[in-house]
């Protein structure tokens, strides 16, 4: 899966070499990545870069694959695995192992950022930087890359949750997209009273809510008949953060992992401002993960319903024509690309 970087409409099926024992030290065969939003904006020529020296960049980062050959250690031949996204920078985060909190910002990441992704038959990575995966999730571990970066958002919200003793359990995820999805699942998961907010009113988002044991809404944000604890802000559009500050409870803790897309400045700063101080609120950004939250998004995955996650997998296109994936349907939730 090939595209060149700051060039739209250059997506294509693409013959490369093998790759080379360089880019790792386990070989594992593709089988299958998730196409993402990120991806959509690289294919556009709003961002991402090759390898040095190269033109074409070998997209997908939301990976599954299973090893076909590896060196004595923690990954064995026949295993699945998710690649890692992002390679750290040597900055005092990165040397934590905190490197979505990278400092300086030089970090590859695969498949968006310097270097190729995982959107081939084959691909090598270095065994330090794959995540085994349960054989249960033979169908749906390419949602683990998603599942981390929610599992990071809800590890930012329990941390800050736990200044205060407050043990409220409403949270509101806006956005049923993927990673809104998602993160209700996780909410739920950790037994809070979850709704969802999104603009659709029918089709299969609102049922894939209520099989959770959420409650869906639509209509104006502004009145939203909930006064969440947490919430999760996937969606981007900038303009719901002052509803959200009006809506939440005392305490609670706003995370946003939305990308905006506008320009405009649209929050009445002083509102803003006096809510969150006189209610102790606090808003976060989140992006991206470390290990560890591949790890807690594959505990979260096999504790999942596995029905539940199939339904979110709605789309399957084959690797040959696999720009299809890139064309947004009414009923898509999920859209993967088929390597095998």
């Known amino acids: 899966m090939?595209?060149?970087?700051?060039?739209?409409?250059?997506?294509?099926?693409?013959?490369?070499?093998?790759?080379g024992a360089d880019d790792g030290d386990v070989l594992v065969e593709g089988l299958a990545v998730g196409i993402c939003a990120t991806d959509r904006e690289i294919v556009r020529g709003g961002h991402g870069s090759p390898p040095p020296g190269q033109r074409n960049l070998v997209l997908g980062h939301e990976s599954l694959g299973r090893v076909l050959s590896a060196p004595d250690g923690d990954i064995a031949v026949g295993d699945l695995v998710v690649g890692i996204v992002r390679r750290p920078d040597d900055c005092s985060c990165c040397r934590a192992g905190n490197w979505d909190f990278c400092r300086t910002g030089n970090y590859l990441e695969r498949?968006?950022?310097?270097?190729?992704?995982?959107?081939?038959?084959?691909?090598?990575?270095?065994?330090?930087?794959?995540?085994?995966?349960?054989?249960?999730?033979?169908?749906?571990?390419?949602?683990?890359?998603?599942t981390s970066v929610v599992a990071k958002a809800w590890e930012q919200i329990d941390h800050?949750?736990?200044?205060?003793?407050?043990?409220?359990?409403?949270?509101?995820?806006?956005?049923?997209?993927?990673?809104?999805?998602?993160?209700?699942?996780?909410a739920v998961q950790r037994g809070y009273e979850t709704h969802v907010y999104d603009r659709v009113e029918g089709?299969?988002?609102?049922?894939?809510?209520?099989?959770?044991?959420?409650?869906?809404?639509?209509?104006?944000?502004?009145?939203?008949?909930?006064?969440?604890?947490?919430?999760?802000?996937?969606?981007?559009?900038?303009?719901?953060?002052?509803?959200?500050?009006?809506?939440?409870?005392?305490?609670?803790?706003?995370?946003?992992?939305g990308i905006s897309t506008g320009t405009r400045a649209v929050l009445p700063g002083d509102e803003l401002n006096n809510r969150l101080v006189l209610r102790n609120g606090v808003v976060l950004g989140s992006v991206n993960a470390a290990r560890r939250h591949y790890e807690q998004a594959g505990a979260a995955l096999a504790?999942?319903?596995?029905?539940?996650?199939?339904?979110?997998?709605?789309?399957?296109?084959?690797?040959?024509?696999?720009?299809?994936?890139?064309?947004?349907?009414?009923?898509?939730?999920?859209?993967?690309?088929?390597?095998?």
Do not use: F, M
């Open 2 to 19: 090939t595209v060149v970087p700051g060039r739209p409409d250059t997506a294509a099926t693409s013959w490369l070499p093998e790759p």
């Open 203 to 257: 089709g299969t988002k609102p049922d894939l809510v209520r099989a959770l044991g959420g409650t869906y809404h639509c209509g104006e944000a502004s009145d939203l008949p909930v006064r969440p604890d947490a919430v999760v802000e996937a969606t981007g559009a900038a303009s719901l953060l002052a509803d959200l500050v009006n809506l939440v409870a005392p305490n609670a803790v706003i995370c946003l992992t």
């Open 303 to 340: 504790a999942a319903d596995q029905d539940w996650l199939h339904r979110l997998l709605n789309r399957r296109v084959p690797l040959a024509n696999w720009p299809a994936a890139l064309d947004r349907r009414t009923d898509d939730v999920k859209v993967v690309v088929d390597l095998t």
């Open 111 to 146: 498949g968006i950022e310097g270097a190729h992704g995982y959107g081939s038959e084959r691909w090598r990575a270095p065994a330090e930087y794959l995540v085994r995966v349960a054989p249960d999730l033979a169908d749906t571990g390419v949602l683990l890359e998603p």
């Open 160 to 186: 800050i949750r736990g200044r205060s003793g407050h043990d409220g359990r409403t949270a509101l995820i806006t956005g049923a997209g993927p990673i809104g999805l998602l993160a209700a699942l996780l």
